[in-house]
């Protein structure tokens, strides 16, 4: 986790849940937001974190993209979601037909 995502978990929204701004700096005109492998959608122009990601229509199949705008600027941008599926697996008791 980087050192910015680690200070933004630290404020916390009226309900508790941790909130997530990415920096809003640009000397030049460029957006310096952090929108790569977010745990949710990051707008690329105005910072604003996606809670409802979940409703966008990423077409068939866990991964893909979706053309939305932002909730909080409206501008257009692109979301890509990406699935990462980890698997766990431990040994099977098997039965051996004594008693105690």
């Not at 707008?43 to 077409?59: L, M, Q």
């Not at 600027?73 to 037909?97: M, N, W």
Request: aromatic share 8%; glycine share 10%; net charge negative.
């Amino acid at each position: 986790m980087t050192e910015y995502q680690l200070a933004a978990m630290s404020r916390v929204g009226e309900h508790g849940e941790p909130i997530f701004r990415a920096p809003s700096v640009g000397c030049s005109g460029e957006t310096t937001h952090d929108t790569d492998l977010q745990p949710q959608p990051v707008c690329p122009h105005c910072g604003h974190v996606e809670r409802d990601a979940w409703e966008w229509n990423f077409g068939p199949g866990m991964e893909g993209e979706a053309d939305v705008d932002c909730a909080s600027c409206g501008e257009p941008f692109v979301c890509e979601r990406e699935v990462t599926i980890y698997y766990s697996t431990k040994a099977a008791l098997v039965a051996t037909g004594e008693t105690s």
